[in-house]
């Protein structure tokens, strides 16, 4: 049974940082793509950073290009969202979403408000 995980979520301040995880569990296919997603209030879910498993390639959203940073650690099956310079509009649910064709897994999600 695949499981993702998500943590590192929380209450923080403008121009604060954090770093969210994502444990998956259960998988057993490579060459896959890991990605964080989020979905504030009253808005669609959309992608804020993608990484591929094979050779690392990473995609950022416009919003938070230059301040986010996605990475990986294979070995510890974890996969990173290092959040930096947030804004009050980074205020949203945090998803990990593992892809691999048209099979795809989802976390349950971590909130992160970006308040003063």
């Known amino acids: 049974q695949v499981q993702l995980v998500e943590s590192g979520g929380g209450l923080v301040q403008p121009g604060g940082s954090l770093r969210l995880s994502c444990v998956r569990s259960g998988f057993t296919f490579s060459r896959y793509v890991a990605s964080w997603y989020r979905q504030a209030p009253g808005k669609e879910r959309e992608l804020a950073a993608a990484?591929?498993?094979?050779?690392?390639?990473?995609n950022y959203a416009d919003s938070v290009k230059g301040r986010f940073t996605i990475s990986r650690d294979n070995a510890k099956n974890t996969v990173y969202l290092q959040m930096n310079s947030l804004k009050p509009d980074d205020t949203a649910v945090y998803y990990c979403?593992?892809?691999?064709?048209?099979?795809?897994?989802w976390g349950r999600g971590t909130q992160v408000t970006v308040s003063s």
């Open positions: 979403n593992y892809r691999r064709g048209a099979t795809e897994y």
């Open positions: 990484i591929t498993d094979a050779d690392g390639i990473t």
